[in-house]
């Protein structure tokens, strides 16, 4: 009879182990989900100012050929709410639909590497 009991007490420890009542933990990148419709963020870090002049002609090419888009651009200087999404400023991210479509971040060698890939983005995008 003990033993009975003791692997009853067993088996419910067992099994009720695996059970874990979860709360809602927040994600790194809630800031991403407020985005449903097309948008452009730039983060910027004025004491780097030079690696940004890449990202600063191919945004002002791009506003050429996507004014609306280009426009309602939001600039950033801090990561918080997107660590999921950005490792290294500058950056520049598409997001639609709660997803980033187009990124690119750090040194860039060559604006035309930004701008062609944005440019592509964007007009899948519309």
Request: glycine fraction near 4%.
């Amino acid at each position: 009879m003990p033993a009975r009991i003791i692997f009853t007490m067993f088996a419910l420890v067992f099994i009720l182990g695996g059970c874990s009542i979860t709360q809602g933990i927040p994600r790194q990148n809630d800031k991403i989900d407020e985005l449903e419709n097309e948008q452009l963020i730039f983060f910027s870090d004025e004491k780097n100012i030079e690696e940004e002049v890449v990202y600063y002609d191919a945004i002002l090419d791009l506003k050429k050929h996507f004014p609306d888009q280009i426009g309602n651009m939001e600039v950033l200087k801090e990561t918080d709410g997107w660590q999921n999404e950005v490792d290294t400023i500058p950056c520049l991210i598409l997001v639609n639909n709660e997803k980033v479509v187009e990124k690119v971040e750090g040194s860039a060698n060559e604006k035309d590497e930004i701008y062609n890939r944005f440019y592509d983005a964007l007009e899948a995008a519309e």
